[in-house]
């Protein structure tokens, strides 16, 4: 597995292909779009959809946690897909295993859990933007102003197209960072991918299976 | 008794007497089959009385079985059910029985059930059923949805399946087999007459096999041939410079001006685009260069509006007017009096379509049909010579059925629950009975019960999988959202996103791509039903437009899939090819020699028995060419064959452009071509698992997908331009396949997405064949110093091009972005 240490805003942050970024300086584990239970909601609706998704995300949600043993979680937004469902009872063991780590989230138009599952999942809520010394985290992307620190956000689920010699292309998800904000890949393997165009002054990091690769 | 001497033959007949008119030898042939309760494939061309040969069968055996009252004798049920693919068809066809069930003086009724029926004469019918409905196979599935639908068929006599030829080998003919297996499965023994409409196919055997399946084997399916020769005269229009070298499309607008007399030389003409977008191109040029046709001319395709598509067809009946310019939205149905003249513009692609299009002109019994073939680019007069040929010969094209669509049958269980309710191993027996399913295994039917029953796999620890409840061992869909939510999805045709186009003022237009418009910005000016309109807004799924008096606009491309040159088709071009030098007998070839000439200095004119193979340098990379001549589709299969095998002899990338004569494999690197044995290279040996193989890396499993999961029910479309109502449930076909593949390799629609890209996509048995004649062919290889006319529209048309690597992720991007870099 191949990570790459990147520096924006004099914060350092580890890319990993698990799709979460590590924030050293705050030992915080950043990740955006979990969207915990969609697969459930659409099983709820009569489309059946894999019963693994959810075990594969919460996989790699703990091999994230084995490996940067971090203190806290953030999540950047949409952490669960829609109304509850059965499903979740899955996170709810997860915690149970985990409840030393503290967990933030910054609510994203997709969490719309009552406060109740929150406060029992022992997860601190955010509403629009939350603000660190170091960086600020908003789900969606924002009007940036001068009085925020670099902006951190999820929501685009962005992917980054690739084309080259013999006419090839291909989209990857990845980590995309501007002069102001940067955009994290969505988490979940339920979550499609967002051609994002690439700007001269940004800076795009892709994920190809196990690795992370700068883009040039 | 004799049949003629029947009091039903005698009223019907006495009755076209009064016309004028006398019965055809089919038509009295198809009615004494109806008469004795047999099935059988009716094979007639347009506007030569097929409507009636069964139509009238069914009035004659009712008047037969009831020769007392039958002129007072009203509400007897259902007796004639006409399955037409056409919702316009209906229309016309009713208006037709109508007026001879009053003529002849029964006092039966006629209705039509579509997606346009309102919910007023639904209810109606319910009540009672007309004697004669018009039905579409949606509607038909729409009615076994209902509760207590087959009640509807209790008393049916004649079903009719117009246009076969057009249903069958697609799903909606899949629909057709499913509906009549159950209105057999209810009614045992069986007591209705199956009659199938058919245009002149390769395969009509088949094609009423198909039909009469569930049947049994008992019944002989009787094959019904009316005797009328269609003559049909076809000119080429030569452009006035042939190119030496020719790309697709290039050609074809600047040509407008010599269909300009052909429109005034004749009464009304029907120009055949073959896209939409070209079609509003055509539109537009041709009130360009002749204004004086303003007022004359529409434009006809499918994503123009219905009222204006039906208000178009109508004026083209009375004569409204001179010229329209149409899409294969078109190639069905109705008899256009009017029409003399016929102008197809490019490749028909296969020789059916270029006659079922030829058929819509000179439409009356004795008439000449007059079609005229405009090429798009020079090589395309090749085809025109190859058409040519094909008429004089009658080399038509086969239509294959399709067998065990899982998507279909996954809906068609559902539609049942929603309805009724079905016992699985009954349905099981039914569904058997077609020619589909026949070969439906029971693991496989326990697969699909299996993927509707509990989602798939076997049942986890959390989980709220829910759609069908079983009660008494009946399979039934009880809550009224998810009923509702698939009687909307009952259907096999899938649209690309669409979103409505509506001007400020009010007023609607058609449907756009949802993909074209997300590249528009406010303010910018697209063409749409031949006006140029100015984007204001989109929202809640519709395009928000004004017209605009802007010289330049954009021509959105709508995404239908491209056609495929038939194996037909190719086998006679190959043969015009081996000819064509110093060949002046057509005007085509005449015309040809300077640029045949060149391809011949350059490189090589293939024969009959050679498969041509160039191999040359530019900066784009290196470029492989070879020159099947089997059809886009087949060369899409096949050259990413060859791209697997060559790159597992040493790493390489290929990018792969095709079209209908051949394709090029594109790559960084350069081989050493002289060393490859392209016929081992090109050997059938192992081609099921290399097919799968070489596949595994490309879209089309996954392009497949995309339909098979909107008809499996697994993508929730609601009404085409409406916004999606169910919140949180969005997705799409590239995601859900990838989570399928990743998680549920063996889900039973995942496995048909690869089995329809080998029967269909890369049409196997097709390849199989094309590929053990390359084995008996000579492999001519060339190294031209330039592109070579064949090649040069290969190379231009970078469009379709699919990706096949055999390289590490890692080493491809870094290769890229190396020549980014430079």
Redesign the interface.
Known sequence: MNEIHFEIALQNLILSPLKVAYWTEQKALLLADLHLG????????????????IH?DLDRLSQAIKKYQPEKLLIIGDFC??RA??????FTEWRDLNPGLEIILVRGN?DILSDSLYSKWNIKVFDGIYETEGLTFSHDPINWAKHFNYVLSGHLHPGVK?????????TLPCFAFGKNQGVLPAFS????LHPIKKEKTGQYF?I??D?V?Q?? | MHFEKTPGYKIISAWLQSKKQKPFAFQKEAWEGISKNESGLINAPTGSGKTYSVFLGALIRFINENPENFRTKEKNGLQLLWVTPLRALGQDIARAMEEAIREIGLAWKVGIRNGDTSTNERVKQKRGMPEILLITPESMHLLLAQKEGIQLFKYLQVMAIDEWHDLLGTKRGVQIELAISRLLGDRKPNKISIWGISATIGNLEEAAEVLMYPLGMATVPKIIKADIQKKIEVISVIPDEVENYPWAGHLGLKMAEKVIPIIEASNSTLIFINTRGMSERWYQRILEIAPQLAGQIALHHGSIEQELRLWVEDAIRTQKLKVVVCTASLDLGVDFHPVDTVIQVGSPKGVSRFLQRAGRSGHKPGQTSRIYFLPTYSLELMEAAALKKAIETGTIESREPLSLCFDVLIQYCCTLAVGDGFHPDQLFEEVKSTWCFQDLSKKEWEDVLL??Y????AL????????IEIENGLYKIKKRR?AM?HRLQIGTIVSEAMLKVKFMTGGYLGMIEEYFISRLKTGDVFTLAGRNLELVIIKDMTVMVRKSNAKKSIVPSWMGGRMSLTANLGHILRHTFQNALNNESTEELKNLQHLLHIQHEVSHIPAENELLIEYLSSK??FHLLVYPFEGRQVHEAMSALLAYRISRQFPI???IAMNDYGFEL???TEIQVEKLDFKALLSTENLLSDIQHSVNNTEMARRKFRDIAVIG??I?QGKPGEQMK????Q??S???F???T???PD?ILLRQAYKEVLEQQMEEVRMRTALERIQKSTVVLKKPDQFSPLSFPIIVD?LN?N?L?SEK??E??K???E???Q
């Open positions: 969609k697969s459930g909601h659409f099983r709820k609706h009569g489309i059946g959809i894999p019963v693994e998704i594969a897909h829609s469902n059965s499903e979740l009872e899955y997709h690739i084309t080259g010699a013999g006419r090839q292309k291909i393997i339920f979550t499609g892709a190809s299976t690795t690769i883009l040039l | 993927h509707i509990q989602g798939g796999k986890s620890q959390y989980d709220d999988y829910h759609k998810l939510q784009e990379g990338t290929f990018s594109n790559s960084d029910g697994l929730y169910a919140r949180h449930l997705s799409n590239g995601l859900l990838k989570v399928f990743d998680y549920e889900n970078g091009r990706n690597s992720m890692e491809r991007i290769k890229m972005q020549k980014l870099l």
